[in-house]
């Protein structure tokens, strides 16, 4: 059973940068894509970023040139690098592995990140 576990969210103030990890077991990391998603109160949970297996990335068009996902293979650990960050980026952050493009993730609990203005 694939297990995830988030860290690195907190509280910044508009502008600023945080990096989100997340540390993964359970399963064959190299093979999983590995996915970035955030909720905020009262809306869907929406793609931020995804990494392939083989280290192609695509980005949700909110955060396209502020935000940098990528992966370390040999620590079973997925980042979220985020920079300029905007008040709209305040939700919990979500990190989903999955073995094929038909399967659905498995997820972590979630990080919560806050921007203030």
């Known amino acids: 059973q694939v297990q995830l576990v988030e860290s690195g969210g907190g509280l910044v103030q508009a502008g600023g940068s945080l990096r989100l990890s997340c540390t993964t077991s359970g399963h064959t990391f190299g093979g999983y894509a590995m996915g970035w998603y955030r909720q905020a109160p009262g809306k869907q949970r929406d793609k931020v970023a995804v990494?392939?297996?083989?280290?192609?990335?695509n980005y949700g068009d909110s955060v396209k040139g502020r935000f940098t996902i990528s992966r370390d293979n040999t620590k079973n650990t997925v980042y979220l690098e985020m920079n300029s960050l905007e008040p709209e980026d305040t939700a919990v952050y979500y990190c989903?592995?999955?073995?094929?493009?038909?399967?659905?993730?498995?997820w972590g609990r979630g990080t919560q990140v806050t921007v203030s203005s």
């Open positions: 989903g592995a999955k073995r094929f493009s038909y399967s659905d993730y498995s």
């Open positions: 990494i392939t297996s083989g280290g192609r990335t």
